[in-house]
């Protein structure tokens, strides 16, 4: 037999991880039901390991030779990670010994005595991790517990499974210096210390039955320094001359290697599971410039992991087809873990079934992996039916009249350098603003979302099942911004918000509204912790059929004598949080949202409303991994925002807002995108974005978070008016904004009500002071 057919005949079907949730948010409504002491821990523990069960029945039905494990979580898996490892925070150390889940939980969340960890994105994903804190006096200690116990409910249930672990050099770069460690410490430079403790819970699960384990490096498909290479080749020579240990599978995905590949192709480990999708493909010649991987496995992940569409069966196979020659065997994947994608389209009733056949969730993923296996395994006279359905599929989507619109397309292409840029500057329209407005120094605002109560979300309900109608829905609606107005005049707020009562989330409200999106009904996508999202799909050319926020926004502004924000948006994080069409640029699809969002700032500008909030929080996370493929992204990026807001009058206030990011290394284009005034999140960073735009000269107004809002713990008046003098040594008083981190919707009124009583008193006392 050759190599390439030995490969190929041994081909099998494996996944990296899959959605935690289960079919009806299961996992959501049982922590959530813990938190509240309305479920018992063994209630919780019960349902966890129902809902992997059922995972792995559904990956093994699907096809799935080699199910993973380790991959579910109660909340985060990096903070699984910590466990693991013993990196707990010295402040929750107590809490976790007296109760292990409740310190987990107290890690994640905080408490009123402790502050939770930082939770920032994943890559360039929706996804937030909790980010280890670490010190020189961190010591580690290995608890694998969560990790065979797993291993070994897969083994009992006949699977042959493997565990799938956050890697060390991953676990490493994404860890940040504890609060009280000099800012410059390398977490990285704990690496000696680390790796006996992975070595610990590789050898706990090679006794636990685990013939492979993956280690996930997705930081090595960054820009890397030579030290954090070297590192990296350290840390695989070390894990590989292991005696005790099971075969090291080394994972990467969301990009490519690039000079990664050669450090991990070079390493004494067992396979590497490589990204062949999207920013990723370039890993396939990258992959025969090194000369393969002669002695290993190569897993390939050939169906792209974090977006719905359905694979090109017969593109993939060619593709696996030149794998097949680089290593000693070749296996099938998603190019990431499914949890990305929502469950199952089979759950979407109300999808137009021509349309559901060009879509895939993680149920259906795992169906082309394994058919992809089968047709390499056994030859693909053994798919041939799959192979027809999926061509047919594929040119139905290619030739439907929702993806071109010769209207938008005209617009799109009509747009001129003018339309993107505001005609006076900022320093001229500053004062315009100012003489509009008549805002106090540090004028307080917030974000735009207060509490979305389950009475709200009742009332949604109830509407879609027909048990209300849309007047009375609409009543209940105005009856919360009626009240949301007048609790903002009385607690002294100077720039209100309607509360965005009538949104079920900031992207889906809006592409509901747009046409060219589709909705999902089920698709949760797991955001953080308990919360989800449901990410609609941009499938076609994007227009506006009508205003989408102007009769709330003048209802809100009506019944008060303060300047209510209107609150969109923008086109970046439209995309970002959606499943985007992948048959045309980003660019392009951006330029198509912008314009369909330039109206609504019109339509809002002309009805009165005077300051206008357009939302970006997914500005940062979406870009490239790579620094060379960044310029680009923030020319389309930020041109995509001045086309949204460009047209307003200089008098016209345009805020945005960014959250759950490092902003360092955006600040040119944050600057870029020609906003009046700007908040961020910076609470649980203790304002370290405020001296980073200080020292970067930014000349824009600003408003660094005082509060976290993702938090329950309310931070009292002293701690507020802290972090806002904090603010104020690097930002003028006269550019200063007092705001939370990001909108309310996630919290219970007696948190907001407190937590904006000592925010305006902070902002008064500190005011009184200039
Ligand atoms: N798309 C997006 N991405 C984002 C954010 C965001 O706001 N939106 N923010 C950041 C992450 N933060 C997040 C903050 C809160 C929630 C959140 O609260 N999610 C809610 C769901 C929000 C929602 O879609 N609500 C709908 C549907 C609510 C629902 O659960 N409906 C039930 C039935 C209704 C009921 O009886 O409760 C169902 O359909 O099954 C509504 O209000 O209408 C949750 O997990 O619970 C998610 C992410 C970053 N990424
Ligand atoms: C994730 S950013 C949220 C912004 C939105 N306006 C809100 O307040 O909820
Ligand atoms: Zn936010």
Redesign the pocket.
Known sequence: MTATSAAAAAARATVYGYPRQGH??EL?KAVEGYWKGRVGAGALRETAAMLRAANWRQLADAGIDEVPTGDFSFYDHVLDTSVMVGAVPDRHRAAVEADALDGYFAMARGTQEAAPLEMTKWFDT?Y?YLVPELGPDTVFAANSAKQVAELSEAVALGHTARPVLVGPVTYLLLAKPAPGVAPDFEPLTLLDRLLPVYAEVLADLRAAGAAWVQLDEPVLVQDRTAAELNAAARAYRELGALTDRPRLLVASYFDRLGESLSVLAKAPVDGLALDFTGPAAPNLDDLAAVGGLPGKRLVAGVVDGRNVWINDLAASLSRLGTLLGFADRVDVSASCSLLHVPLDTAAERDIDPQIARWLAFARQKATEVATLARGIAQGTGTIAAQLAANRADLASRSTSTLTRDPAVRARAEAVTDADTRRPEPYAERAPAQRARLRLPALPTTTIGSFP?T?E???A??DLRAGRIDTAGYEQRIAAEIQDVISFQEKTGIDVLVHGEPER?????YFAEQLTGYLAT??GWVQ??G??????PILAGDISRPEPMTVRWTTYAQSLTDRPVKGMLTGPVTMLA?SFVRDDQPLADTARHVALALRDEVSDLEAAGTAVIQVDE??LRETLPLRTADRPSYLAWATEAFRLTTGGVRADTQIHTHM??AEFGDILPAIDDLDADVISLEAARSHMQVATELADAHYPREVGPGVYDIHSPRVPGPAETATLLRTALAAIPADRLWANPDC?L??RAWPEVRASLDHLVAAAQEVRSTL
């Open positions: 009806h948010r959501k929706n937030h979305q389950s709200l979300r009742t949604r309900a079920n989330d900031m992207v889906q009904r089920h955001s953080y308990t919360r989800y999202v449901r990410p949080w929080p997914a959250c759950y909108g919707k996630t």
